[in-house]
């Protein structure tokens, strides 16, 4: 079931307290519709011990018992962010399409885990900037740290928001991560402690062409998406959807609007030939120094 045959699915409720099944296909009783205070909300009907669960800022739990079954009701508190919401009814019905009645309510409740983050950061909308900032990491958290040290060790090297300087860092090697346009000359480095560093680490570079929202290209939305689909473990899941969240990000059909192409990767080696500003005290009063580096002053660099 798709976000758009969702929308239309709530757009027969016309009242409140009226629910619509999803499928008479699905095997699990799912229902989206209206709460008895007009809230969007996907309930699920069936037998199950329920689970002590909490509601979050932005999303209702209930669990109520009737004569022949259970419920559990998961209602949009926001109506700003409505796409969000949208997004886990989606993951919910498409996950439990092979799940039976006897263990319908754990996959549910596994699922909406590792959504709980999402729900409970307060929702930000990043800029162009931290956009493509995060498709780079998470390209390289894709691409390189899960292909060589495994989900696991991949996401705890990766810091996210955390406050370290380096994107990652395993062992004694780190990784700076810069995602710049087509067109772009130079890098920026935002602070002192990005570059500096005993130990040789890498500068990588991803460089990405805008395109239009209809391009079939990398977005932000997709590539989260399919990185959680390709994990296995629920612990991983909820950890990377854990940093996300502490970086700002919540599924928003906003980011859809940015699609990119991608040009190129480039690994520099950061040791003492490289240009970079390290050793220095900053006066006092002064909190931080950003400075540019040009490009083309490190292409021999390459490692």
């Not at 919401?85 to 996959?107: A, P």
């Not at 939305?221 to 996300?244: A, R």
């Not at 991608?262 to 970079?276: E, G, H």
Request: charged share 25%; glycine share 6%.
């Amino acid at each position: 079931m798709t976000v758009d045959e969702i929308k239309a699915q709530f757009n027969k409720v016309l009242s409140v307290s009226q629910y619509v099944r999803v499928s008479e296909t699905h095997p699990l009783e799912l229902y989206l519709g209206l709460n008895e205070v007009g809230q969007k909300t996907l309930r699920f009907n069936g037998q199950f011990v329920p689970s002590k669960l909490y509601s979050t800022k932005s999303l209702d739990i209930k669990q109520l018992k009737f004569d022949d079954h259970l419920s559990i009701l998961f209602s949009s508190k926001v109506t700003d962010n409505d796409s969000l919401f949208y997004k886990f009814c989606e993951d919910i019905i498409n996950y439990t399409k092979e799940s039976t009645q006897e263990i319908g309510y754990k996959d549910i409740i596994n699922r909406y885990i590792i959504w709980k983050k999402f729900f409970t950061t307060k929702a930000t909308i990043l800029s162009e900037k931290e956009i493509m900032g995060l498709i780079g990491e998470l390209m390289y958290l894709k691409e390189q740290c899960f292909f060589i040290h495994g989900v696991s060790k991949g996401l705890a090297g990766w810091s996210g928001s955390e406050p370290t300087n380096k994107d990652f860092s395993y062992e004694d090697t780190w990784f700076e991560i810069k995602t710049i346009g087509s067109s772009s000359k130079t890098i920026t480095i935002s602070s002192l402690e990005q570059l500096d560093s005993t130990n040789v680490g890498y500068l990588v570079v991803y460089r990405l062409e805008k395109m239009s929202s209809n391009f079939d290209g990398i977005s932000l939305n997709k590539l989260v998406e399919k990185i959680i689909n390709e994990i296995t473990f629920e612990n991983d899941k909820e950890l990377f959807v854990e940093k996300l969240s502490k970086a700002g990000y919540s599924y928003n059909e906003f980011y859809d609007n940015f699609v990119y192409n991608f040009i190129s990767k480039k690994r520099y080696v950061v040791d003492d030939k490289f240009p970079r500003i390290v050793g220095i005290t900053l006066p006092k009063g002064v909190v931080g120094l950003t400075y540019d580096i040009e490009l083309s002053s490190i292409e021999l660099l390459e490692g």
